[in-house]
Every structure is written in structure tokens, then in C-alpha cells.
């Protein structure tokens, strides 16, 4: 990552109050002379070590509840309010930079989850996937397939676009019996 987009990044996250941290964990690998070198991939914070991995938790045995499906469903539209407010105050004026965006799709996907988390859903587990590419003159498609339970599972998607990028951002709600 060149130091100019570094330093942009940083001061991004750091006026935002990012919960990543730019240094944390750069992955470097030998990209073979063919490869684009504009091209990156991002890592997943499951693949970063964290702090809930030095204090191992007790194992806690709970007792059955016998309930099979969610007494409160999951809040599709308010979730999708959410997408909606978050995707526009972090990228309404941002200008597409590949450091940058990778940077933007962990602190945005960080602060999602931990919105959704404050609503206290009961017995949800929550994913989130950002996307953000670079927005030029093709088209592109993206799908996702998910084994649940149609019954009480569900997600809630937005997709915004400013002058030079698109995000797409997914979460779902999986209920766990």
C-alpha cells in the first residue's frame, strides 16, 4: 500500500472512528509477473487474530429451551435502514482507491455488525459482506446461496453508487435453535 493512500486511510478511519486498524496484519504474498499488480483481495477479520483469542472462555453448559423457531423476527427493513445510513455517511464522498476500499469494507461491515448487535436480536447470528468496486462503464452480477431455514432465516441487502464507486451490502440473519 503506497504511504499516500496509508495516510489517507488512516486519517479516514481515524475521523470516522474506525474500529480496524490499517496496520493490523498486512498480508504480503509473491504475486507472479503476470498478475495485475492494481488487483487485491481482502482478508477477512476471521483470518486476523484477535483479542478473543488469548483468554480462552469457559465452556458453559445451558440447559434446552426446546424452542424451534424466533419469538421476534428478524428486522428486515430495519436493518436495511441501517445499510442504508451507514454506506451513505462512509462513502458519499469517497473517490474509488483500492487500498482505501479494502480498508472501508472491514470498518464498514465492523460497524454494521455492531449495530445490529446493539438491537438485541434473541438467538440471531449475524453476517455481513460489503462489496465495493470501482465504477466504470460494465456491468457485473453477484449472487449468494444460502442452505437455511425459509421459515425463520432472512437477510437484508443495499446497494449504493456515487460518481467513481458501488457498494453492495448483504446481512443475514440466520436464526440459531
Known amino acids: 500500500m ?17 474500529l480496524s486498524s490499517l496496520g ?14 492494481d488487483s487485491i483481495s481482502t482478508v477477512s477479520y476471521i483470518d486476523e ?10 465452556a458453559m ?42 480498508q472501508m ?12 448487535k446493539d438491537m438485541m436480536i434473541p438467538r440471531y447470528k449475524v ?7 470501482q465504477l466504470t462503464d460494465q456491468n457485473m452480477r453477484m449472487g449468494s446461496r444460502c442452505l437455511w431455514d425459509a421459515a425463520s432465516d432472512t437477510f437484508s441487502s443495499h446497494t449504493f453508487k456515487n460518481s467513481s464507486l458501488f457498494a453492495v451490502a448483504n446481512v443475514y440473519g440466520v436464526y440459531f435453535e
Open 61 to 102: 453448559q445451558m440447559e434446552n429451551t426446546y424452542q424451534l423457531g424466533p419469538t421476534k423476527r428478524f428486522p428486515v427493513l430495519t436493518v436495511q435502514d441501517i445499510l442504508k445510513d451507514v454506506l451513505a455517511s462512509y462513502l458519499q464522498e469517497e473517490k474509488y482507491e483500492p487500498e482505501l476500499c479494502r
Open 24 to 37: 493490523s496484519h498486512d498480508v504480503r504474498t509473491k504475486e507472479p509477473a503476470w498478475k495485475a499488480k
Open 2 to 18: 503506497s504511504d499516500l493512500a496509508k495516510e489517507k486511510a488512516a486519517r479516514l478511519l481515524k475521523k470516522r472512528g474506525s
Open 127 to 133: 453476517i455481513v459482506v460489503i462489496s465495493i468496486g
Open 105 to 116: 469494507t472491514k470498518t464498514i461491515s465492523e460497524v454494521v455488525k455492531a449495530r445490529v
Open 49 to 58: 487474530p484477535g483479542h478473543h483469542d488469548d483468554i480462552p472462555r469457559p
